[in-house]
Nanobody, 128 residues
Framework: QVQLLESGGGLVQPGASLRLSCLAS????????VGWFRQAPGKEREFVSS????????SYGDSLKGRFTIARDKSGNTVSLQMDSLKPEDTAVYYC?????????????????????WGRGTQVTVSS
């Protein structure tokens, strides 16, 4: 089993940057595909980004590529999400998720139903 803990959220102005971190504990994190999702009030959970076990393949939600960058710490149990040029519509609770994937090295996942473990989330608010 894997436990996930998100950090790095906060209140920022439009155009600012934030870096979220997902720290994993428990079983070998390198066996998991990791994803970020977000959920704004009154809206469905939305795919943000995913990174493969190898760390070499990443995918992003529509309109997020170019502003958001996911990265994997190959020496540890941390996945980060760098968010630049933040907009008010990026306001949401951001969740880290992990999917066990021992048989695949370069795959990413974009559906929340494909993930096995979830963190509790970190609030990101973009407002002037």
């Amino acid at each position: 089993q894997v436990q996930l803990l998100e950090s790095g959220g906060g209140l920022v102005q439009p155009g600012a940057s934030l870096r979220l971190s997902c720290l994993a504990s428990g079983r070998a994190f390198e066996s998991y595909i990791v994803g970020w999702f977000r959920q704004a009030p009154g809206k469905e959970r939305e795919f943000v980004s995913s990174i493969s076990r190898s760390g070499d393949t990443a995918s992003y939600g529509d309109s997020l590529k170019g502003r958001f960058t996911i990265a994997r710490d190959k020496s540890g149990n941390t996945v980060s999400l760098q968010m630049d040029s933040l907009k008010p519509e990026d306001t949401a609770v951001y969740y880290c998720a992990a999917a066990y994937a021992a048989s695949t090295w370069s795959r990413t996942l974009s559906r929340s139903s494909e993930y096995d473990y979830w963190g509790r989330g970190t609030q990101v608010t973009v407002s002037s």
